[in-house]
């Protein structure tokens, strides 16, 4: 089984959000977070993928989700980059 873990950024409101998360099916996810489905913290905005990473285990995703979601300069930069890594 394929794991992504992915990286969405708010768009359409005043703030500028991001978030994290890893999922085996990316187009079912960003579905729920866009209908206030998803996770607690993705309610009440709308959102867009900006970066996704395929892993060949959950562990492995989980790893990097976490790694992902503690360190924001690296997601920052993936943020304010002009190349989008989808």
Known sequence: ???FVYL????GSKRNKTYVGYTNNLKKR????NSNKGAK????YKWKLIYKKK???RSKAMSYEYKL???RILRNK???SM???I
Request: charged residues 20%; without cysteine; glycine residues 4%.
């Open 1 to 3: 089984m394929v794991f």
């Open 8 to 11: 969405l950024q708010s768009y």
């Open 30 to 33: 960003i579905s729920l977070h």
């Open 41 to 44: 913290a993705t309610k009440g």
């Open 55 to 57: 892993f060949t285990t």
């Open 69 to 71: 979601k503690k360190d």
């Open 78 to 80: 993936i943020k304010h």
């Open 83 to 85: 190349i989008k890594f």
